[in-house]
């Protein structure tokens, strides 16, 4: 009998309601370099069992890593559930039974990440970078589920490359990923690095940037870091939680009507790809976000319960939240875009995103990895020490423009796997340190 | 027994590489959140595992959670070609250490019972609805660490650490008008320190903060003098001077993410500020969040100073940092997990007190600002144009402390806010936090604080 089965039924025998295992084993390689040489490969290999489970409404869940722990923590998490409180958000998790068909990839593409860094480097160096920082991911993993109601596993996984290339104090950034369906020989590191490397070299005459309300291109990374920090909003926990500017506008306009926004983990050219959620829903492409309309919150069984809807394959049994968000592409190019702009700026990056009020969404966060000035359509000019500091509410209403062209965003924490066009953003309000 | 197989891996490792170590780590955590008067979920997760490091012509390292010899060193011979392809080497050796320590309890968290959990959740929560916060989560955790340390040169060290931390946001809305506030505590001890933090009070005083701000005027742009209170000059010294000392940021090592510093390329000491400026990192300090007698690299750690009078002083090392600067390791290598990598990384960290009372550094101020805590706040990837947004702020006329005002922002840069500090008071207060770092993101606890100090003639707005 598997370690999943054996925790399984030893719950069972403990008079659990619900339960639902998830158990994920990977094999995960990471090279990581900077100055333009190798820093430090790291190689894991890791199996986790996540253990939740649930009597009427008192709930808990447990973590545990190998079958000598079996006994020990379904005895803790039996007296846990004995003892902790009701939980009267609590509906269940997902009782249907679900048919999941052939799901994940039966392997992922092996690839020399030391090869694919150094053809990165190499890209950056030929556009004239003086160096370069970076790393590359080859994820395999493959989850195994099984609820009260369903079992499922898919193999999965993917690869990352990411290089921010530096000229003087200038710089610039590429971070795409690649889902279980990428192909050997198929990621063209030289060319990621060239374009990094470009950025960098063109912005290295730097100038103080100015406070006030500019037309802003955003590239699919700041846009992809806007919409991952604000994609809990679009949770229902949130919006239960009284903390999130979108509570209170399902079905009213909440962005200008060439915005649409899905969540989308069924596209498996992203490492966002999920073909389930925790509690074994099969995921499917949610419009959250319709063309400006608010069309539905991200919703697991319990918090579809709650709220009078469907789940919609996002759970987190307790908090709902985004696999793979993506932006629908428009018409026009990133080239017409950048051509069109009268006085404006063209940012490709940012980080450290921080809200000072959620039901608002009032944020800040800080441009970096390319910031340039656009008048009558060529860049004119590189800029620093500017900020972004509006709300996503005011961001998501002037868009006025998205490209057709797309990039699988992914960086560090602050971009979550993502598909996303550049955008225009019409009166955003920069502000500066003084 | 988890963890027995450490010194076979040294023993083997040292064979096949010019350096290794090996450090096994388990986890064992809990945590319990209430969410708006509803008991929302219990926790309780074990992770434990293997890193192990080896040094030939490149560097490598294997994480493995196996507790089978035979499974572990197949992971081992793995790993060892990768260590033969070109790379940066450079590690710091030191003279063998066999040490062991543990933090203290006095309130044990193996002896704290659920309800006593749930209990700390659940009054705080129901005390915040009572005082008229219309939002609210509650998060309490625990953590005990088991660690053991070993390298190829003979150093082994042994810790078992406990940890206790408290976590809120909060938000009130009337009329329209909504203000939010969270807060972070946390202590290398037992839950005694919760009892000593004297929540109730701050929670009480919090939530009158924030009621107040909800009819409060915006502050007129323009130049003013500013006294900052410790959670602001907590996380200054965390953010613009900790951050850029850690010297794998300055040598370019976190480029791609966390960034390099405004001091890369800098002759030392570079002038950051006014003489009235020090500040210190110090992970000896006991009950501290951030507290360790060793680091995860197995050095001893020790107090350093990263700002001395208004200049650079020290870095914070790590072994792979100090053999690139040429220096002895100071104790700044940490790891979050046992399958992290140990980076350059604070512990307690903050301004270090002047001799002033905190009532001279208001006499002296005509037309200024008392911002007392921070609500949102950033800063760019070399540490330098930040923003901190007042939480609980006021305007200062004449020595005296005026009427509140909204959110007022300074949006300044690291050598001007400490240029602009021209005294520091007695007092000092610290906060905590999870530092975040690396990739993958390791937060690491840590506590920032300092004294009030008085800034002249910054602009906010």
């Known amino acids: ?434 | 027994m988890a963890g027995e197989l450490i010194d076979q891996i040294i023993s083997y490792t040292s064979g096949i590489s010019n350096f290794s170590d090996a450090r096994f780590m388990s986890v064992g955590s809990k945590g319990i959140a209430y969410r708006n008067g509803e008991f929302e979920g219990m926790e309780s997760s074990d992770t434990s595992g293997y890193a192990i490091r080896l040094v030939n012509d490149s560097m490598a390292f294997v994480y493995t959670d196996s507790e089978d010899w035979t499974e572990v060193r197949s992971k081992i011979d793995l790993l060892l070609p990768k260590t033969r392809r070109h790379g940066k080497n450079k590690i710091s050796e030191i003279k063998p250490v066999k040490a062991s320590w543990k933090v203290d309890q006095k309130k044990k968290i193996e002896d704290m019972s659920i309800e006593e959990r749930i209990e700390i959740a659940r009054g705080h929560d129901k005390l915040l609805d009572d005082l008229g916060a219309t939002v609210r989560m509650n998060f309490i955790g625990d953590k005990k660490i088991s660690q053991h340390y070993r390298d190829s040169d003979g150093t082994a060290i042994d810790a078992e650490i406990s940890r206790v931390s408290y976590y809120y946001v909060f938000g009130v809305f009337e009329n329209g008008q909504f203000e939010q506030s969270t807060g972070q505590f946390g202590s290398s001890s037992g839950y005694e320190y919760l009892d000593s933090l004297g929540l109730d009070e701050r929670l009480r005083s919090e939530v009158r903060a924030l009621r107040e701000n909800l009819s409060a005027p915006a502050l007129k742009p323009g130049k003013y003098d500013l006294i900052v209170g410790p959670e602001i000059s907590g996380i200054v010294a965390h953010e613009s001077c900790g951050h850029p000392t850690e010297y794998d940021r300055i040598i370019g090592r976190e480029g791609a993410l966390a960034g390099e510093s405004f001091l890369t390329g800098k002759e030392f000491p570079y002038r950051i500020g006014s003489d009235a400026v020090s500040v210190i990192d110090d992970p000896t300090m006991k009950m501290s969040y951030g507290f360790y007698e060793y680091d995860d690299e197995g050095i001893r750690a020790r107090k350093r100073y990263l700002y001395r009078k208004g200049y650079t002083d020290e870095f914070i090392l790590n072994r792979e940092s100090a053999a690139i600067l040429g220096k002895e390791p100071n104790g700044g290598g940490r790891s979050s997990s046992w399958n992290m990598e140990p980076l350059a990384r604070m512990s307690t960290t903050y301004i270090e007190p002047g001799e002033h009372e905190i009532d001279e550094l208001f006499e002296g101020v005509k037309n200024g600002v008392y911002m007392k805590s921070f609500t949102e706040w950033n800063i760019d990837d070399i540490r330098f144009n930040e923003k901190y947004v007042g939480k609980e702020s006021y305007l200062v006329e004449n020595g005296k402390v005026k009427g509140r005002i909204r959110r007022p922002t300074l949006e300044t840069n690291t050598i001007k806010f400490y240029s602009s500090i021209d005294a520091v008071a007695r007092d000092l207060e610290f906060t905590a936090g999870s530092c975040g770092k690396g990739e993958p993101m390791q937060g690491v606890d840590v506590w920032m604080g300092g004294p009030h100090a008085r800034l002249r003639d910054i602009y906010l707005k």
């Open chain 1, 1 to 434: 009998m598997e370690t999943v089965d054996r925790i399984y039924e030893k719950l069972s025998r403990m008079g659990m309601d619900e339960i639902v295992i998830n158990e994920v084993s990977s094999d995960i390689e990471q090279l990581r370099f900077s100055l333009n040489s190798r820093d430090l490969l790291n190689q894991w290999y890791e199996n986790e069992y996540s253990v939740f489970t649930s009597r009427g409404r008192r709930m808990a869940e447990v973590t545990l890593k190998s079958e000598s722990e079996i006994d020990t923590k379904l005895n803790e998490l039996k007296n846990m559930i004995d003892r902790v409180p009701e939980n009267p958000s609590f509906f269940g998790i997902n009782p249907a039974k679900q048919y999941y068909g052939n799901v994940g990839s039966p392997s992922i593409a092996d690839i020399d990440l030391q090869d694919l860094c150094e053809s990165a480097i190499n890209g950056a160096v030929e556009a004239g970078a003086e160096r370069s920082a970076g790393l590359a991911y080859l994820v395999k993993f493959k989850h195994v589920l099984k609820t009260s109601y369903n079992e499922a596993e898919y193999s999965g996984g993917g690869a990352e490359l990411v290089i921010r290339s530096f000229s003087g104090t200038s710089t610039g950034q590429e971070s795409l990923h690649f889902g279980p369906a990428f192909k050997a020989g198929s990621i063209d590191a030289e060319s990621i690095g060239r374009s990094a490397g470009e950025m960098a070299v063109s912005g290295k005459d730097i100038s103080q940037g100015e406070e006030g309300r500019f037309k802003v291109l955003m590239s699919p990374y700041l846009i992809g870091n806007i919409i991952s920090s604000s994609s809990e909003f679009l949770s229902y926990y949130a919006v239960d939680s009284g903390m999130s500017c979108f509570a209170g506008k399902l079905g009213y306009r909440v962005s200008s009507d060439v915005f649409t926004l899905v969540d989308d983990p069924l596209d498996m050219t992203g490492v966002g790809y999920r073909p389930f959620d925790d509690e074994g829903t099969p995921t499917r492409s949610n419009v959250l976000i319709e063309n400006g309309i608010l069309k539905k919150y991200m919703q697991s069984y319990s918090t579809g319960k709650k709220s009078g809807y469907e789940t919609t394959g996002n759970a987190g049994i307790i908090a709902p939240a985004a696999w793979q968000m993506r932006i629908e592409s428009g018409k026009e190019s990133f080239r017409d875009m950048i051509a069109g702009m009268k006085d404006g700026l063209f940012i490709n990056n940012a980080w450290y995103t921080r809200y000072q009020d959620y039901k608002n969404g009032i944020f800040s966060t800080v441009p970096r990895d390319g910031v340039f000035r656009i008048h009558n359509g060529e860049i004119t000019g590189s800029v620093s020490g500017i900020r972004i500091s509006d709300s996503v509410t005011g961001i998501l209403k002037n868009i006025s423009g998205v490209s057709n062209e797309t990039k699988n965003t992914k960086w560090w924490e602050e971009i979550q796997p993502s598909i996303m066009p550049y955008v225009m953003v019409d009166s955003v309000n920069i502000s500066r340190s003084f």
